[in-house]
């Protein structure tokens, strides 16, 4: 199999700028609902992109726990991704729905959650979560997959006595978009590529349609 030969021909939907909420974030709310209810396969994950010390671009896909004022997910931050964002608070974001043909792309600059956010949801995730989040030095080199067996028991035994909070390390960032284009695959590679570019002196947004 070459993999030139592969092709896949989109053609389940339209996209037009008129029928397009004013707001992308409705807009994306809208379309991660459709992807929602059409079961596509983690709806929620995106891949986010960072930079490093050097300026090179970094990736991996991480969900997204929140579209309120921005793209919200959690980490360690003392991940490489959380240290990349303390030093460039800046990022994108990718969204693919294949199911539904459709991607959406998003930037702009990314800023800490609150902690009563970071500690609201540190409590919604499952007991076995919250101590996982003391357990992983994240990003960093262990010497074999014993070191976190051992961690994780005596954090176990450790939380039996001890109140199970928020470690500082762990926490929320949002991504506050400045930028969000709407992709609908189309036949013939002429696909549908809505922007929404956000005026910094008017706090308007502007809306283009891009050739594919």
Do not use: C
């Amino acid at each position: 199999m070459k993999l030139a030969d592969i092709r896949k021909e989109y053609s389940s939907k339209t996209l037009d700028i008129k029928g397009m909420k004013a707001d992308p974030l409705e807009q994306f709310k809208l379309w991660l609902s459709e992807a929602i209810s059409a079961q596509a396969n983690e709806p929620t994950a995106m891949h986010l992109s960072t930079v490093d010390a050097d300026l090179k671009p970094d990736g991996r896909i991480v969900l997204l726990k929140g579209v309120e004022e921005g793209f919200v997910f959690f980490t360690n931050y003392s991940s490489t991704k959380g240290k990349q964002l303390e030093r460039h608070p800046v990022a994108a974001l990718t969204f693919f729905w294949p199911e539904l043909e459709r991607q959406v792309r998003v930037a702009g600059k990314v800023v800490k959650a609150s902690r009563a956010e970071s500690d609201d949801y540190y409590l919604s995730r499952p007991p076995e979560s919250q101590v996982g989040a003391w357990v992983s030095p994240q990003s960093q080199v262990i010497p074999d997959r014993a070191y976190l067996e051992k961690e994780l028991a005596a954090a176990v035994k450790r939380f039996q006595t001890e109140p199970l909070n928020r470690p500082e390390h762990w926490g929320g960032f949002r991504l506050v978009p400045e930028s969000m284009e709407f992709w609908q695959g189309r036949p013939a590679r002429l696909h549908d590529r809505i922007r929404y570019t956000l005026s910094p002196t008017e706090s308007l947004w502007k809306m283009e349609r891009l050739a594919p």
